[in-house]
């Protein structure tokens, strides 16, 4: 069964340094979502992706927030200067239509 | 508005047991309502969704039940099982709009 993939499972990284996420999606879907979970609290939408572009996104997702489809399969998410309140599991998600499928995500450890 | 009450927190069934978990909106262009079924260290899957035309959806012992007038959408597990345990989330998407709005999540433990 096709599946969204996120890499690496697990990420630690200095406050102020620069992070990218990255994500394949299924192969066959047009649109592609950033969501956060703090722990023990809910999935947050961050910012969703079509043709190329950005096509929604929350306020959490500010300048410091990229996103980019570099190739035809992978789909990244860039945070410039991590903060320590940027710590949480960050899930991609892939849609072809409505339904959105996720990835087990990755876990952004900031110190 | 964009908000998604759900509730309770976290819940413990006898196995065989019915577990049900209560999702509350306000905004009424809301029009798909996924619920979310996620175990430790995975991402959330889709387990079952209904649109408001409808006022229940069943597949298998998942029963979505729908109140349009009252804003109100909850799960039914029934038969709950061990292999159930795990935290659900209600969601809904408006029309025109890609993103879900989740509900904070409920802690399942079927207990054996």
């Known amino acids: 069964e096709p599946e969204v993939t996120q890499t690496p499972s697990h990420q630690v990284t200095q406050m102020g340094q620069e992070v990218i996420l990255r994500c394949v999606p299924i192969s066959n879907h047009l649109y592609f979502y950033w969501y956060r979970q703090i722990l023990g609290q809910k999935v947050e939408f961050l910012v969703s992706f079509y043709n190329n572009e950005i096509s929604e996104k929350s306020e959490i997702f500010d300048d410091q927030f990229s996103v980019e489809r570099p190739d035809g399969s992978n789909f990244t998410l860039k945070i410039r200067s991590t903060k320590l309140e940027d710590s949480a599991m960050y899930f991609c998600?892939?849609?072809?239509?409505?339904?959105?499928?996720f990835g087990a995500g990755t876990r952004l450890s900031v110190l | 508005q964009q908000q998604v009450k759900q509730s309770p927190q976290s819940l413990i069934v006898q196995k065989g047991g019915i577990s049900i978990i209560n999702c509350a909106y306000e905004?009424?262009?809301?029009?798909?309502f996924p619920w979310y079924q996620q175990f430790p260290g995975k991402g959330p899957a889709l387990l079952i969704a209904?649109?408001?035309?409808?006022s229940e959806k069943k597949e298998g012992r998942f029963t979505i039940s729908f109140n349009k007038s009252a804003k109100q959408f909850s799960l039914h597990i029934m038969d709950s099982q061990p292999g159930d345990s795990a935290t659900y989330f209600c969601a809904a998407q408006r029309p025109g709009t890609y993103k879900y709005i989740f509900g904070t999540g409920t802690r399942l433990k079927v207990l054996a």
């Open positions: 905004n009424t262009a809301f029009d798909y």
């Open positions: 209904i649109r408001p035309d409808v």
């Open positions: 998600a892939s849609s072809e239509e409505q339904i959105q499928y």
